[in-house]
């Protein structure tokens, strides 16, 4: 673990990052420092589900990759969504073929999913910021609740109705998900 004593208050974005990546991962948000909630079950098989999806539509056609707690900073900050999708011309490649390991910019899909005794409203307010500094979608999903909110730039966040199609504009094009197949996920036996 990151030792406390290397943390201290007005720490910049440029000394934060030399910090080690260590458990649990830390994200630095408007000059504060705050450790990232740990997922639970139904946190980390959305992740999976979701990241599984993403790469199943996107992968064939070359579009682009999904990632799970992939750090990403920007305008400011330096945090850890839950999935990330990158287009495939967001994603800086090496000599070698491989990808760098530094995301500097927002995420092309920014999904934020509720563990219990994460804030909402954090959530909501990452997303937010994210939206408004270049990513053009973000989805919320709350699985306690059963609830998926959508993102965009400029727009207040719209409640998916539980029969409601999730769609990938304007990012990947065609991509349609049924909110209920996502809450569906969390159902392993039955």
Known sequence: ??????????????????????????????GRIEAKVSP????????????????????????????????CTFAGRSIIPDVVFLLEEHIEIEASGEPVNETLWPPDIHVEIISPEQ???????????????????????HPEKKTLDVIRPGQPAVRMAADGILEGEPVLSGFRLPVAEVFGWLKLRG
């Not at 790469?55 to 799970?68: D, I, K, Q, T």
């Not at 997303?127 to 270049?134: E, P, R, S, V």
């Open 1 to 30: 673990m990151v030792s406390r004593t290397r943390i201290r208050e007005g720490m910049t974005l440029e000394e934060f990052l030399e910090l080690p990546e260590d458990k649990p991962y830390l994200e630095y948000i408007d």
């Open 40 to 71: 639970q079950k139904k946190h980390s098989l959305l992740t999976v589900r979701f990241v599984e999806r993403l790469n199943r539509w996107a992968e064939p056609a070359r579009l682009g990759f999904a990632f799970a707690e992939l750090r």
């Open 119 to 141: 804030s909402v409203k954090k959530s909501r307010e990452k997303l937010a910021h994210a939206t408004a500094h270049g990513c053009p979608l973000g989805w919320l999903v």
